[in-house]
């Protein structure tokens, strides 16, 4: 499987998952327009996109799904979710409940709940008939033991790593802001995302994306240091056991 990563942060995220047969897309939260060109960057027919699965409503995510409307894609989202989604034709709105596998094509997609401040944010994974497996976790205050579940035995694994506790502190953001970034429904900081990893993490080569990261309240250097050095504790070597990159 191929996952192009078409945009990153809070200006927008938008993630391209692609098979032999299938390509789907988690998220699409920049400009429609971005995203057609991007995905013709990278080869991907607009066309040819099965369907779009939504982690959450807020505009970082969203923003761009008239591209839906333009293609005819359905698009998945938590079912309570649908509240704040807004933009997508009534007759592509589709539920993603977390007990039911959908099959697409040759692509198995399931979801599993996330701990955001919107109505009912998932995470999903996908994966091939060969055995690859992907996995998206954006945004989320904290990972839970399911959510470890669910993820587990990835082969990519997608995952926000957005904040250094540190830097929000010390920011300009009012206290609400600062609070809420830093809550239970927030984001992940650097050692949540290290912390869930090196529960992930089994040494099989797999692919790491750092994603969704702060830009004034995190550094990509700082990011992945944190990962390596957890990962390193567990017996992990970047490059040799596992592979990462930062997509800021
Ligand atoms: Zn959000
Ligand atoms: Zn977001």
């Given at each position: 499987m191929k996952v192009d990563i078409l945009a990153s942060g809070s200006s927008g995220n938008c993630i391209a998952v692609r098979s032999e047969n299938t390509t789907v897309l988690v998220d699409a939260g920049i400009a429609r327009t971005k995203i057609d060109k991007r995905l013709l960057d990278v080869g991907i027919?607009?066309?040819?996109?099965?369907a779009i699965f939504v982690t959450h409503g807020h505009a970082d995510h969203i923003k761009g799904l008239p591209i839906a409307n333009k293609y005819k894609i359905p698009v998945y989202a938590g079912e309570d979710e649908w509240k704040s989604i807004k933009n997508v034709d009534p007759e592509l709105q589709a539920i993603k409940r977390t007990e039911k596998i959908l099959e697409l094509n040759d692509l198995f997609i399931d979801a599993f709940a996330t701990h955001h401040d919107a109505y009912d944010p998932h995470g999903y994974t996908i994966r091939d008939r060969a055995g690859n497996k992907v996995s998206v976790c954006l945004d989320t205050g904290h990972v839970d033991d399911v959510m470890i579940r669910m993820m587990s035995d990835s082969t990519v694994y997608v995952i926000e790593s957005n904040h250094e506790p540190k830097m929000v502190e010390a920011s300009q953001y009012p206290n609400s802001v600062k609070s809420r970034v830093l809550s239970d429904v927030g984001h992940l900081s650097n050692s949540q995302t290290a912390g869930a990893l090196s529960r992930l993490i089994k040494g099989m080569g797999e692919q790491i994306y750092l994603t969704h990261l702060s830009a004034s309240n995190n550094l990509p250097a700082l990011a992945e240091m944190t990962v390596v050095r957890a990962l390193l504790k567990r017996g992990f070597k970047k490059n040799i056991d596992y592979k990462i990159e930062v997509i800021s």
């Open positions: 027919k607009p066309t040819s996109i099965a």
